[in-house]
Structure formats: structure tokens, C-alpha cells
């Protein structure tokens, strides 16, 4: 039998000195160097082959690793000016570059970026919290003529997309524990004077697990360390929500906040969407998680209800009026929407109100 070609492969990563953790590898010195160019995430996303979402979080995975921000949003332009990096990020960057040369004899080789598409053929571009619902209205656009992206980076991630021009529409389900209030006070934080919120619906988030635990029951062993949790990404609604249900049972219990993280085996794990917790739970990677009701019955999991939490939607008000924007209204207001709901356990709406433009 023949052997295998062998031929060797060094890779360079820039690493912190004092933990070891990666900073910055082939991977994410590229998609830095993209950002520079071609002045956005996304773009530098596709032309580096790699997904949205995946794109974000090396960009999160660097921020803390160097306690820093590494992109910012550049102001100006229709509808965002896009992103450009932190004197940071240029710094990484060139480090990167300059060690690059040295290890190789060459520079970083970059992969050729494609010509625009014409602002006629782009798609709505969803980015944001997973939802079931919102597969369902990608598909009505779609049937009525206009392309759609989704892109599952989370609420916050979501709203931060908006801030950096790279979406259309932002879903979000973000809870003020302060005020009681959803999602307003966050889109006016994060984008004041500069987005409005379209109304959605309600769904249900329930605490899911193989064996059928209480909700006390499930939070009490986390804080023990005898579960393990499948938790969401960093910045999504349900894990926000998570992390106030551990707290609050927390001080009950008289636990420090400080050690509450670190006492949740499988806390700082990241799963990109519900289906991914479900599956955890399911196959027993882990035992316990937040998820919606939908998908908890679609993978036979036992589960108690936790809250009906508002999911709504967020446009930045230069893109008011497009026809990307009146396709998304229109097929949410539909009545083909509608029956998608009614249909769906752990699902309810107001007529009244699904679709209603709310101006901040």
C-alpha cells in the first residue's frame, strides 16, 4: 500500500504572554486586515469564506482575550458608515504582519475579493436571536420576491450589526430587569436617535432537560456544580436571561455574584442557536438549558416554563421606506404569518400590534 504524501505546516499565532490564550491566528489577522479594506464585517466574512456569525465571534474571542476593542462603527453615510478598526486592532494587526514576514520570508496572502453586488440584488439581511418564526418569514419574503440572509449572532450582536450598517433588521427579545421594559431600552442605548422597533410577538422560553427537573430544582444544582449547563452565545437575550435566573437564585441562597459563573460547569460555553442546546441535552453533552418551547417538543425533551418574553424587531430609520424593509413589514403583518403562529406552540401575538412601527 502506498504512503501518504507528508509535507510539514508551521502556523503563526500571536498569543498572551502571561495565559496563553490565542490572540491572534491566520484566521483572524486576515479577517482584521478584510475589515480595514473593505470597511466591513460582513464583507470581510464572506470574502474570507467563513460565516457571520463565526466572523463575530473571533471578533468577541479577541475583545477578551486583550480587554479591548478591536473595531468600532465609522459614522457617516446612508444607513451606517460601516466599520473600521481600533488603534488597537491596527496595532494587532501590524504586529501580526510584521512577525508574519519575519517567520515566513513573505507577506500574509489574502484571498480575492468579489466586485459588488448591485444594491438591486441584495438581500434583506436578518441578523440577530434565533427563532423558529423567523425561518418561517424568511421563506414568505423569499416567495414573494425578495432575497433574504440570516445571520443567528444574538440580540445584542444583533443590535450592534445595526450600529455598524451591516443589517437590515435586528430580531431581539432583551429584557430591562430594571424597568421591566423590552428591548427599547437597549435600542436606545445602543443606537440613540437612529433605529425604531417594529412590533413582534411573544414566545415562551422554558428550562429543558432530559430527566424533567423544576426550575428551583435545575438552578440549586447548577449553582452546586452538578449539572451542566448548555448555555447561548455571549450577548443573546437567553442568556442574559439565564444569567439573571442564576443570580437572583444566588442571593437567595446567600452565594456571592462573584462566584457564581465559575461554579456553573459549562457556563462560559457557547451554543449558536436553541437547536444547538437541544442537541447538547439530548445527546448529554450537557443537562439542563434555556431554550423556546418549540424546539424542547421537537427533541422530546422534558421542560417547565420559565417566562413569555417579547421578540421584536429593530430597523435604523434611514432604512425606512425601502423596499427591503416594506417587504419585511408586509410579510410580518400577513396573514400567511399569522397562521404560522397560531399554529406554533409557545407562540401568541396581538393582532393589533404585530407589525406596528414603534418610533424611539
Not at 456544580?225 to 437572583?248: C, D, I, P, Q
Not at 396581538?350 to 418610533?359: H, T
Request: glycine content about 12%; some cysteine; overall charge positive.
Amino acid at each position: 500500500m502506498n504512503a501518504p504524501k507528508l509535507r510539514p505546516r508551521i502556523k503563526l499565532e500571536i498569543i498572551r504572554e502571561d495565559t496563553g490564550e490565542i490572540v491572534l491566528d491566520d484566521v483572524t489577522a486576515k479577517l482584521l486586515i478584510l475589515i480595514k479594506r473593505l470597511g466591513s464585517l460582513l464583507k470581510a466574512s464572506k470574502a474570507l469564506g467563513i460565516p457571520y456569525s463565526r466572523a463575530w465571534e473571533c471578533i468577541a474571542r479577541i475583545e477578551r482575550t486583550v480587554n479591548g476593542r478591536v473595531i468600532e462603527a465609522r459614522r457617516g453615510g446612508k444607513g451606517g458608515g460601516g466599520t473600521t478598526l481600533t488603534a488597537l486592532g491596527e496595532e494587532l494587526i501590524k504586529r501580526y504582519v510584521r512577525e508574519y514576514v519575519k517567520v515566513f520570508g513573505y507577506t500574509l496572502q489574502l484571498p480575492e475579493v468579489k466586485g459588488e453586488v448591485p444594491a438591486s440584488q441584495q438581500p434583506l439581511t436578518y441578523v440577530g436571536s434565533h427563532d423558529i418564526v423567523v425561518g418561517r418569514l424568511a421563506g414568505i419574503i423569499r416567495r414573494q420576491g425578495t432575497p433574504v440572509e440570516a445571520h443567528w449572532l444574538g440580540s445584542l450582536k444583533g443590535l450592534a450589526a445595526l450600529l455598524l450598517g451591516e443589517g437590515d433588521v435586528a430580531g431581539v427579545h432583551l429584557l430591562d430587569y430594571e424597568t421591566g421594559e423590552y428591548n427599547v431600552t437597549y435600542v436606545r442605548r445602543m443606537l440613540p436617535g437612529e433605529a425604531s422597533v417594529i412590533l413582534g410577538y411573544e414566545r415562551l422560553q422554558v428550562l429543558a432537560s432530559r430527566e424533567g427537573l423544576g426550575l428551583e430544582e435545575a438552578l440549586d444544582a447548577l449553582l452546586k456544580g452538578e449539572l451542566r449547563l448548555a448555555n447561548r452565545v455571549y450577548g443573546s437575550g437567553t442568556r442574559t436571561l439565564m444569567k439573571y435566573l442564576l443570580m437572583k437564585r444566588a442571593k437567595e441562597l446567600g452565594i456571592s455574584s462573584a462566584d457564581v459563573e465559575s461554579r456553573v460547569k459549562g457556563y462560559d460555553t457557547e451554543f449558536r442557536t436553541h437547536d444547538d442546546v437541544a442537541m447538547a441535552i439530548s445527546d448529554g453533552r450537557a443537562d439542563v438549558g434555556l431554550l423556546i418551547e418549540g424546539i424542547a417538543k421537537a427533541y422530546g425533551l422534558h421542560y417547565v416554563p420559565v417566562t413569555w418574553e417579547h421578540f421584536d424587531f429593530v430597523v435604523r430609520n434611514s432604512n425606512l421606506g425601502s423596499d427591503r424593509i416594506n417587504a419585511f413589514i408586509n410579510a410580518l403583518r400577513s396573514r400567511e404569518l399569522k397562521e404560522v403562529l397560531d399554529g406554533l406552540s409557545g407562540y401568541r401575538y396581538d393582532p393589533r400590534n404585530l407589525g406596528r412601527l414603534l418610533s424611539l
